[in-house]
């Protein structure tokens, strides 16, 4: 064989493996250890909205969730796998957002080989906020001045407990 054509054989061989590593490790990085928080935070500041907290969907969010839960399993006709571990050609990953106002935001994030990722956002179901929580736990007491409700006794205002029926005030 011609040294030329198999130096360029070779070369070849060489820069297909560093173009399948560099995108493998892309790939890698973009699946298991990118936040893309950055992404969420710039997405809700174009929405007004601040971040909370961010986490991975459990079982309860599911139930409230504007995208289809995925199956556990998946079928293909193809299956690679590398060092035993399978290759997924396409995968999805969802996060669950949720925002200082109370605004549930679901992510997709779907990575697709020698693509970039696609991040679809949706709104979920709104959650209440720990100060509405409060305030309608607030709106729910009843000052208690002259009466007890329970059995009509006269109160002094500085008790606590009616005498008559032992119903506690506070």
Request: some cysteine; charged content about 25%.
């Amino acid at each position: 064989m011609d040294p030329i054509i198999e130096y360029l054989l070779i070369t070849f061989a060489v820069a297909f493996a560093i173009f399948i590593t560099v995108g493998q490790s892309i790939l890698f990085y973009r699946r298991y250890l990118k936040s893309y928080k950055q992404e969420i935070e710039e997405y809700l500041k174009a929405q007004g909205l601040t971040l909370q907290s961010c986490d991975s969907p459990n079982e309860d969010n599911w139930k409230k969730s504007p995208f289809t839960k995925p199956s556990r399993s998946n079928f293909s006709l193809l299956l690679i796998h590398i060092n035993g571990v399978p290759i997924v050609w396409k995968d999805q990953k969802y996060k669950v957002i949720i925002s200082n106002e109370g605004k549930v935001i679901w992510l997709e994030i779907d990575t697709i080989y020698f693509k970039k990722p696609k991040l679809a956002f949706k709104y979920g179901a709104k959650r209440k906020s720990k100060q509405v929580e409060a305030k309608q736990q607030t709106e729910n007491i009843r000052k208690v001045s002259d009466l007890c409700p329970a059995c009509g006794f006269k109160l002094i205002e500085s008790e606590y407990e009616c005498p008559d029926c032992g119903l506690n005030f506070r």
